[in-house]
């Protein structure tokens, strides 16, 4: 199985402008597919630390060089990493916001609603909460924020109750029982796009993604050099709103950070002026990287 395919590969390196003696980031290992890439561009001089929650991203890692070092963490502690290192100032950071192939396509893992396997989804075994959990023991209001706001079903206080009926008679605990529950919730097979985002919307609670998120980025400004470049890529609206208002208005919401005096506050210049997506070619070749979108910002 091969691990991971990587999105926008090219357009990612190229967007970090690498300089062959500078520092580097890849707070999203995966497969190495990014890693290797920077690698080759830098130095004996210059030095690459790759991060990844998940253990099975390091134990899959290949790259022995003495200028790379992997590292299994939350990404929302980097920068604790970073310092421990001796390393005050980087020069590029990338992450890659997607669920890697490996996760997808190991059943076991509970990320897919293919097969007969307990309902699971975390990225870490450090991580207590799993997606049973979350289905169970949720209270009606949290369960229908989390669908409402991380899948945008619109549908969702309808599911929830019904769900809830449901797990009071016997606890949801394969994604084979969830699917059947919800089939008989609407009265018909649901459609692979709505298990998509249902599944999108466990999984990130699950993980705690979008609070991890705001941390990571929010690090990245006192981490990053000037000119130093931040690439972000992303796979669902989410994700990709706070990235975009991060780089383009340092902050968010939808409106500009500003000081005391009412002032703009600007930590980031936009290279691309709209997300990069990826080619048709790349498209045909990896069908799953249709909702990524790349963004790329340098330090004021």
Known sequence: MKYHVPVLLNESIKGLSIKPEGIYVDLTFGGG???????????????????????????????????????????????????????EKVD??????????????????????????????????????????????????????????????????FIVENLINYREKKR???????????????????PFKFLSKFYQAIRIEVNDEINSLKEMLKKTINQLNTNGRLVILSYHSIEDRLVKNFIN??????????????NKVEFFKKINKKPLTPSSEELKENPRSRSAKLRIGEKI
Do not use: C, P, W
């Open 33 to 87: 597919g990014h890693s290797k890439l920077i690698l080759e561009k830098l130095s004996n001089k210059g030095k690459l630390f790759s991060f990844d929650t998940d253990i099975d991203a390091i134990k899959n890692n290949s790259i022995s060089q003495n200028n790379f070092e992997l590292i299994q963490s939350n990404f929302k502690f980097f920068d604790n990493h970073l310092k421990s290192k001796g390393i």
């Open 92 to 157: 590029g950071i990338l992450a890659d916001l997607g669920i890697s192939s490996y996760q997808i396509d190991n059943l076991e893992r509970g990320f897919s609603y293919k097969g007969d396997y307990l309902l699971d989804m975390r990225m870490s075994n450090e991580i207590q909460l799993s997606a049973e959990d979350v289905i169970n023991d949720y209270e009606k209001s949290n369960l229908n924020n989390i669908l409402f706001n991380y899948g945008d079903i619109k549908n969702s206080r």
């Open 249 to 262: 208005k340092s902050s968010f919401l939808s409106d500009y950070k500003k000081d005391l005096y009412g």
């Open 172 to 190: 949801i605990k394969k994604n084979s029982d969830l699917i059947e529950i919800l089939n008989k919730i609407f009265g018909k097979k649901v």
